[in-house]
Structure formats: structure tokens, C-alpha cells
């Protein structure tokens, strides 16, 4: 059993939703996990009691959250000398083009090289639209991006697009890699 970290950054609640799903999975591995937001994290946090850590964040607008990215350049020591994995959480994952997919993957190597950073494990996860809890604005901008991608544009309701068994996958990948790195 070890204490785990899930930190995250969320704009509208999904990537939250995704830190629970993993934590609930690594906690049926038998392991002690705190999930934190990490615009809510000390600046001065020590990482210490934990084991591994996992950090996630969603895209907004071609970017994390500045939060996510202060927690990575921050806790650049501690994410050096522990088992450590980063979920990326957008929209682009949810589509099918290898622009989107790129873009994405580019995102994450990019804040990873910020801090030195070298995860065992990153993911790229499909996230939600939830036109229902939007301002008017967003909810009007969102369908337009949707709508230029050939994606959900019924506002009346939300949509859902993540893979859930990817991110319970992810989770228990860490937890092996967490479990062969305190063997060795
Ligand atoms: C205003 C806004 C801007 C967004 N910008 C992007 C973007 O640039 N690229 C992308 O792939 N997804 C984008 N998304 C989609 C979000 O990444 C997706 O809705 C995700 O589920 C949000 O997670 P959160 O609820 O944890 O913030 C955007 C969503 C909103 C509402």
C-alpha cells in the first residue's frame, strides 16, 4: 500500500470527475490516495508523504490551467524522485484527426520540458461539453468549435465523451509501475 497524490486543475468539474475515477481505482489496489485541486495546494506543499503522484489538468483554449503548471514547475524535485504520471483532459481527444492528436501530444511534451519533468505515464483523455452549465457566451462559442468539428451541437443537453476503461487502464498502469518501482 502507498499514499498517492492526484492533483489536478478543472475549469467546469470533469477533470475533478476523472481525479475521482482514478483515485477509486488505486484505492481498490489498496492505496491511500489524496485528490487535491491544485490551485488549492500550498505554494510550499511537501510532497513527501507520497509515493507517487499524478497530476491532470483540461485544455482551455489551447491551455492548462496556470495553477497545474505552477504546481509542475514547483514540485519539479519531488516529481523527480517519485513515480509521477500526467492526464491531459480536452476536447481534441474526442475527435479523431491526427492534428488534434498532435496538438495534444505537443501540449503535454511542452509542459513536461517546463519543469524537466518525465512522467512514467501520460494519457490523453476525451472530456465533456457541458452546454447545460455554460454562460450564454461559452455556451454559443463551444457549439461553434463542436459545430466546425463535426461534433454534439444539441445545447439542450451535455455530452459525455470519456473512456472511462481508458482512464481506469491509466490508473492501474501507474499503480503497477508505482509497485515495480518501490520492488526495485
Ligand atoms: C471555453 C472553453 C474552451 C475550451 N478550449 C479547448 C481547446 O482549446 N482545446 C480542446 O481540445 N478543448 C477545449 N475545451 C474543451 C475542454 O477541455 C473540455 O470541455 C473538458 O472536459 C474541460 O474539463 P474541465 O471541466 O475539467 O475544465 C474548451 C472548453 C471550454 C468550455
Not at 500526467?86 to 501540449?107: Q, Y
Not at 512514467?120 to 472530456?127: C, H, I, N, V, Y
Request: overall charge neutral.
Amino acid at each position: 500500500m502507498s499514499r498517492l497524490l492526484i492533483a489536478y486543475g478543472t475549469t467546469e468539474g470533469h477533470t475533478a470527475k476523472i481525479a475521482q475515477h482514478i483515485a477509486a481505482a488505486a484505492r481498490r489496489l489498496g492505496h491511500e490516495v489524496d485528490v487535491v485541486q491544485a490551485s488549492e495546494l500550498a505554494t510550499d506543499a511537501s510532497l513527501d508523504a507520497y509515493a507517487g503522484v499524478i497530476v491532470g489538468a483540461s485544455v482551455h483554449e489551447g491551455r492548462y490551467q496556470a495553477a497545474v503548471v505552477h504546481f509542475v514547475e514547483r514540485q519539479r524535485a519531488a516529481l523527480a524522485t517519485r513515480p509521477s504520471a500526467f492526464f491531459s483532459v480536452s476536447l481534441a481527444a474526442a475527435g479523431r484527426s491526427p492534428e488534434d492528436a498532435a496538438e495534444i501530444h505537443g501540449m503535454i511534451a511542452q509542459l513536461a520540458e517546463r519543469a524537466s519533468w518525465k512522467p512514467l505515464l501520460t494519457a490523453s483523455f476525451a472530456g465533456a461539453l457541458k452546454y447545460t452549465e455554460y454562460s450564454w457566451l461559452k455556451r454559443v462559442v463551444m457549439k461553434h468549435i463542436s459545430g466546425q468539428k463535426g461534433g454534439d451541437t444539441d445545447t439542450s443537453r451535455d455530452f459525455e465523451y470519456t473512456d472511462w476503461n481508458q482512464v481506469t487502464d491509466f490508473a492501474e498502469q501507474f499503480c503497477t509501475k508505482l509497485a515495480v518501482a518501490k520492488a526495485g
